[in-house]
Nanobody, 124 residues
Framework: QVQLVESGGGLVQTGGSLRLSCAAS????????MAWFRQAPGKEREFVAA????????YYADSVKGRFTISRDSGKNTVYLQMNSLKPEDTAVYYC?????????????????WGQGTQVTVSS
């Protein structure tokens, strides 16, 4: 079992930045690929970014490529999402997820553990 707790969400103006954190506890953090998903009201949960268990490979949705950066710190059992140049369409609840599969996935059903989510609101 892995427990995930997100933090760092909030209200920011268009063009601003936020850094989300996801603290993991339970089983060995370094065994899991980690990802961020988001869900806006009335929309399906969508993939944002993922990082492999080693931290050597990262993946991004086209909509955030060049603006968001995912990273992990195994010493702190934490994964981060640095979000720059935020847009109103980035407004959503952001979820951290963990998966112990062989390859990194970008679909929500490929992840085994989820946090409770943190709200990000970007005002225009």
């Amino acid at each position: 079992q892995v427990q995930l707790v997100e933090s760092g969400g909030g209200l920011v103006q268009t063009g601003g930045s936020l850094r989300l954190s996801c603290a993991a506890s339970g089983r060995t953090f370094s065994n899991y690929h980690m990802a961020w998903f988001r869900q806006a009201p009335g929309k399906e949960r969508e993939f944002v970014a993922a990082v492999s268990w080693s931290g050597r490979s990262t993946y991004y949705a086209d909509s955030v490529k060049g603006r968001f950066t995912i990273s992990r710190d195994s010493g702190k059992n934490t994964v981060y999402l640095q979000m720059n140049s935020l847009k109103p369409e980035d407004t959503a609840v952001y979820y951290c997820a963990a998966a112990s599969r062989l390859s990194v996935g970008i679909r929500y059903n490929e992840y085994d553990y989820w946090g409770q989510g943190t709200q990000v609101t970007v005002s225009s």
